[in-house]
């Protein structure tokens, strides 16, 4: 069974660079099938994606953000990160990792989520 | 970009009563488009994915049904764990970006 852990600070100062890894467990991230994203809900709001990569190292970001996002895959050691940078108390959000098949549309197996406080 | 606009922004039903839930997009999805129920303190379900198959292991109750930009998902005969928000979702060919709804609440009456 496919699992996907976040890790990463739960509290980041603003102006400062937040950061986040997610470890997928139960199948391969070079898989050729998949993009992996990164989704985020503000407290009591929808849902907001951030940004996806394939195991080549492709990115995709969400155009508002897109200036201040990175995000990266490391295949040996099957995980993907993200950074995002100059946060505000805007950024505060539940963040999450997904899997998206290449050939669909459905984000079908996610991370629990991960809470991010940006206060300094 | 393509927006889409799910009504009504609160759904109150009682169990054992049929949920009716609508997502437009702003512009054709063709069937490329999916459903997601979501839980307080929980991460997003996958329940329905190209408008009308249900992800595996979901209950025969939900149904998604349209095409092009109107969309529905029902749930024939309210369980008492339904009442949580729904999200639809599309993804656009390329490349490829993810946009949800605002989401629906669905409520116990």
């Known amino acids: 069974q496919l699992q996907l852990q976040e890790s990463g600070p739960g509290l980041v100062k603003p102006s400062e660079t937040l950061s986040l890894t997610c470890t997928v467990s139960?199948?391969?991230?070079?898989?050729?099938?998949?993009?992996w994203g990164w989704i985020r809900q503000p407290p009591g709001k929808g849902l907001e994606w951030i940004g996806s990569i394939y195991y080549s190292g492709s990115t995709y970001y969400n155009p508002s953000l897109k200036s201040r996002v990175t995000i990266s895959v490391d295949t040996s050691k099957n995980q993907f990160s993200l950074k995002l940078s100059s946060v505000t108390a805007a950024d505060t959000a539940v963040y999450y990792c997904?899997?998206?098949?290449?050939?669909?549309?459905?984000?079908?197996?996610w991370g629990q989520g991960t809470l991010v406080t940006v206060s300094s | 970009e393509i927006v889409l606009t799910q009504s009504p922004a609160t759904l109150s039903l009682s169990p054992g009563e049929r949920a009716t839930l609508s997502c437009r997009a702003s512009q054709s999805v063709s069937s490329y488009l999916a459903w997601y129920q979501q839980k307080p303190g929980q991460a997003p379900r996958l329940l329905i994915y190209d408008a009308s198959n249900r992800a595996t292991g979901i209950p025969a109750r939900f149904s998604g049904s349209g095409s092009g930009t109107d969309f529905t998902l029902t749930i024939s005969s309210l369980e008492p764990e339904d009442f949580a928000v729904y999200y639809c979702?599309?993804?656009?060919?390329?490349?490829?970006?993810?946009?949800f709804g605002q989401g629906t609440k669905l409520e116990i009456k």
């Open positions: 979702q599309q993804r656009s060919n390329w490349p490829p970006e993810y946009t």
């Open positions: 139960g199948g391969s991230i070079s898989s050729s099938s998949y993009y």
């Open positions: 997904a899997r998206g098949p290449k050939a669909g549309t459905p984000l079908d197996y």
